[in-house]
């Protein structure tokens, strides 16, 4: 537990003192009371009358202590509900996620994977789904019926080429429409429009971007005079949103996905990397060509590193299923820096109380 005002905390050395006036005022109420004899004084009063006398006193000690502890603005790491209300999937569809190197293929259990976390999600809470191979594009926009997103994922349409950073920068540009990100110039295919090249029909949503935005990639809108200057925030503090995204292999083409990942640590934008299929790589057949392919395990954590966010391998269908299973609890339950101030205010507010009513229960009086 840490403090926002920890200098407060020397108000706690009051404590001791008033335990001390509190000793010599009983000292001196003794001395001032004479009896003829103090035996049967002691013995009217018995050892459980003259205890009980004590605990009112001690309980409002108690309760100025939490007082001074909250007044100094303790906080701590709990587990709250998540405040996330959309999560992008940008799941790779190159040619390489048909290797078989998982059972009985990786784009086959990459599909069964995505459709397990869509399913646990709560209704509140919106999906959307980028799929990227050459060249990327949302194929459903964020959206909370879940027959229209399990439709998207059963239309995927493997393609060559893997565009990472493409795939990162459509995220970007679903999640912050004002960016200023021309997904046009990422590619054929690539954007907010029927993304036919990673899928086997048109897209559902509304959304058509791009057209009118700057013409250079990466870089911001021109500021107008009606329009303030875009001004980053720290990595990892935007909370309405996050993005996921599972590749299997390199990039080769398309936008650097370091560069992308800093434009979403710009945004305080958290991206989670789940890098699928064994370490060693394997070779997939390519139009009579065997080629070997291989994870870019270094890539995908610096993604994740630069937003704050964390990075996931999984060899095997049940590994990518426990990854989505973690990810998801992740997102409705997160642990996070939060000031606890009210808890010692309600404690000290219930201490006070207890006192109060104790003494008029006990003595007949208040405190």
Request: aromatic share 6%; hydrophobic share 45%.
């Amino acid at each position: 537990m840490s403090f926002l005002w920890p200098k407060l905390l020397w108000l706690l050395l009051l404590a001791p003192v008033l335990v001390a006036l509190y000793v010599l005022m009983l000292r001196r109420r003794k001395r001032a009371v004479r009896f003829a004899s103090l035996g049967l004084v002691k013995e009217a009063i018995g050892p459980g009358q003259r205890l009980r006398r004590h605990v009112p006193p001690a309980l409002l000690l108690a309760a100025l202590v939490a007082m001074v502890v909250g007044t100094a603005r303790p906080s701590a790491v709990v587990t709250l509900p998540s405040e996330h209300r959309t999560v992008i999937l940008a799941i790779d569809v190159s040619l390489s996620m048909r290797a078989t190197d998982v059972d009985p293929s990786r784009i086959t259990a990459a599909q069964a994977a995505a459709r397990s976390f869509i399913e646990e999600q709560p209704p509140n809470l919106r999906v959307g789904i980028v799929a990227f191979g050459g060249a990327a594009a949302l194929v459903q926009p964020p959206t909370s019926n879940r027959e229209e997103l399990l439709a998207a994922i059963d239309r995927f349409q493997l393609q060559r080429g893997t565009a990472t950073g493409s795939a990162l920068l459509v995220s970007i540009a679903t999640l912050f429409p004002d960016a200023g990100i021309d997904v046009e110039a990422l590619g054929p295919g690539s954007g907010h429009g029927t993304g036919r090249d990673a899928l086997r029909g048109p897209a559902r949503g509304p959304g058509e971007t791009g057209r009118d935005g700057p013409k250079v990639l990466g870089q911001e809108r021109t500021p107008r005079p009606d329009k303030p200057a875009f001004t980053p925030v720290p990595p990892g503090s935007y909370e309405s949103a996050v993005v996921i995204l599972l590749s299997d292999g390199r990039r080769t083409t398309g936008p650097d996905p370091v560069d992308a990942a800093k434009m979403a640590a710009e945004r305080g934008l958290r991206v989670f990397t789940v890098g699928f299929g064994t370490r060693e790589g394997t070779s997939v057949d390519f139009g009579g060509w065997s080629i070997y392919v291989r994870l870019d395990e270094e890539a995908l954590k610096a993604v994740a590193e630069i937003t704050r966010a964390e990075y996931f391998h999984a060899g095997t269908a049940d590994d990518l299923k426990k990854v989505y299973q973690g990810l998801n609890s992740k997102l409705v339950l997160e642990r996070k820096e939060t000031e606890i101030s009210a808890l010692f205010a309600a404690a000290a507010a219930a201490l006070s109380i207890a006192a109060g009513l104790l003494s008029l229960l006990w003595f007949r009086r208040p405190l």
